[in-house]
């Protein structure tokens, strides 16, 4: 086959997964992004081929394979080192993996490449949420927040915003907004996850086990890792003395 007839071929095969991808058909689509990274890879287009990796680390990160994700987001930066988005891929993989110290590391660099990436500001401000930095991590959210956001991510910046305002003890503020997210996408894991932690840290011990326990409920590929957390806090919620609001 042509050089040229091998570049079409695997653009089809690109706009086919995404079209498998936005259908539902996870495994067709993963068929039709590998066989397109093989194409780009023989036509050794580097950022082609970044790109394939980037949609199937997207796959795996849908579908809560977060080893896989990570070795895929790793291979497309080691093809695009500068490339925010993988970059950002990598990083959000790593924090979800349970490596917030490299997550921030990564995020960091593709916030060198561009100050102004909405997502990368986004995770950096969660990831440092969770490590407790809340000052730093509200005031990356809020550059994110008016950066703007595809819908899944602003929810999951604001409840990040919710949780580092607990942790700076306003509580008013971080209930307010935890509330409003809730009700505006009820059955999102980590916004029950994190509605959780605030009643932890508001000394309000059964209203965490119950937001807790939901996250554990939710069927969600995505969720593996939000459901691990919440069973661990649940579990020392019911070995603290007590456990009574």
Same mark, same amino acid.
């Given at each position: ?35 397109? /990274?093989?194409?780009?890879?023989? /036509? ?60 921030? +590391? ?22 440092? +949420?969770? $490590? ?12 994110? /927040?008016?950066?703007? /956001? ?13 949780? +580092? ?36 840290? +508001? ?8 937001? $807790?326990?939901?996250?554990?409920? $939710? ?27």
């Amino acid at each position: 086959m042509r050089s040229a007839d091998q570049r079409r071929r695997a653009s089809e095969l690109m706009a086919e997964g995404e079209r498998a991808r936005d259908e539902g058909e996870r495994a067709g689509a993963e068929r039709s992004f590998r066989a397109a /990274l093989s194409l780009f890879v023989q /036509l050794e287009d580097t950022h082609a081929a970044a790109s394939a990796l980037a949609a199937l680390a997207d796959l795996s990160m849908a579908e809560g394979r977060l080893g896989s994700a990570t070795d895929l987001w790793r291979q497309a930066v080691a093809r695009a080192p500068g490339d925010v988005e993988a970059l950002t891929g990598l990083g959000y993989a790593q924090w979800l993996s349970g490596s917030p110290a490299d997550a921030e +590391a990564t995020l960091e660099q593709a916030l060198t490449r561009n100050r102004s990436a909405a997502r990368a500001l986004a995770g950096r401000g969660q990831v440092r +949420a969770e $490590l407790g930095s809340y000052d730093a991590a509200l005031a990356d959210l809020d550059r994110a /927040l008016e950066l703007g /956001l595809p819908a899944a991510d602003e929810t999951d910046t604001r409840t990040a915003r919710a949780l +580092a305002f607990a942790g700076l003890g306003e509580f008013a503020r971080a209930e307010a907004e935890i509330a409003a997210e809730l009700e505006r996408v009820p059955d999102r894991p980590r916004t029950h996850l994190r509605a959780g932690r605030i009643a932890v840290f +508001a000394g309000r011990p059964q209203q965490a086990k119950d937001r $807790l326990t939901r996250v554990t409920e $939710l069927d969600q590929d995505q969720a593996a890792v939000e459901t691990e957390q919440a069973r661990r806090i649940l579990e020392r919620l019911e070995r603290s003395v007590g456990g009574d609001e």
